[in-house]
Every structure is written in structure tokens, then in C-alpha cells.
């Protein structure tokens, strides 16, 4: 049975830095996709960034391009998401997701496998 496990959330200052992690376990790391969703209270899950099974190509949302950094290592089965520069409008639960396929991807019907999800909550 395939298990993601986040970590890293928490409580930052706005212009903070945060690392997320997320280890998976039960199926194969390397041959898949993997991407980072967040959603805020009130609000619809939305993509944050994805990255190919190689590493070698990355996407990421508009609202956290150029702030926020994806990478795996494929022989540690984990997936990172690097936070810097944080805002306020960054505050919500950051889920990690495993996709069916191999490239980038950014919609959420192309992954099933998820994580139980991380807070991370930015202040002013």
C-alpha cells in the first residue's frame, strides 16, 4: 500500500523560509511524477509545483515562481519543496502527490496517491 509521508511544516515569519519533505513508501519512487498541492481555509486545492521523474523538469504556479524550489532524490524516495520569501497568502496545508505518469502535471486528477498534508502558516 503506497504511504506519503509529509514534514517540515510549521510557523514562520513573512519572509521566512520553510523545507518541506515527503518520503514515499509501497511503490516505486523513481518512475513517477510527483507535485505539491496546498489548500487554504475557505479555498479550493490548488497546484503549487511539479517536477518530472528525473528531476530534470520542473513547473510551478505563477503565485510562488521564483520563491519556491521542487527536488527529489529518487534514492531517498522523497520529494522537497524549499520555501523562501514566504507571504502570509502562503499560509494553508501543503499535500504532496504522486502521479500516475512520469512528466510534469498540474492538474489533481492525474495523481492518486496522496499525503495527509502539512500546515504551514506564515505571519505578518
Known amino acids: 500500500q503506497v504511504q506519503l509521508v509529509e514534514s517540515g511544516g510549521g510557523l514562520v515569519q513573512a519572509g521566512g523560509s520553510l523545507t518541506l519533505s515527503c518520503t514515499v513508501s509501497g511503490r516505486n519512487f523513481s518512475s513517477n511524477a510527483m507535485g505539491w498541492f496546498r489548500q487554504a481555509p475557505g479555498k479550493e486545492r490548488e497546484f503549487v509545483a511539479t517536477i518530472s521523474w528525473t528531476g530534470r523538469n520542473t513547473y510551478y504556479a505563477d503565485s510562488v515562481k521564483g520563491r519556491f524550489t521542487i527536488s527529489r532524490d529518487n534514492a531517498k524516495n522523497t520529494v522537497y519543496l524549499q520555501m523562501d520569501s514566504l507571504k502570509p497568502e502562503d499560509t494553508a496545508v501543503y499535500y504532496c502527490?504522486?502521479?500516475?505518469?512520469?512528466?510534469?502535471?498540474?492538474?489533481?486528477?492525474?495523481?492518486?496517491?496522496w499525503g495527509q498534508g502539512t500546515q504551514v502558516t506564515v505571519t505578518s
Open positions: 502527490a504522486q502521479s500516475k505518469g512520469v512528466g510534469i502535471v498540474t492538474f489533481a486528477k492525474f495523481y492518486d496517491a
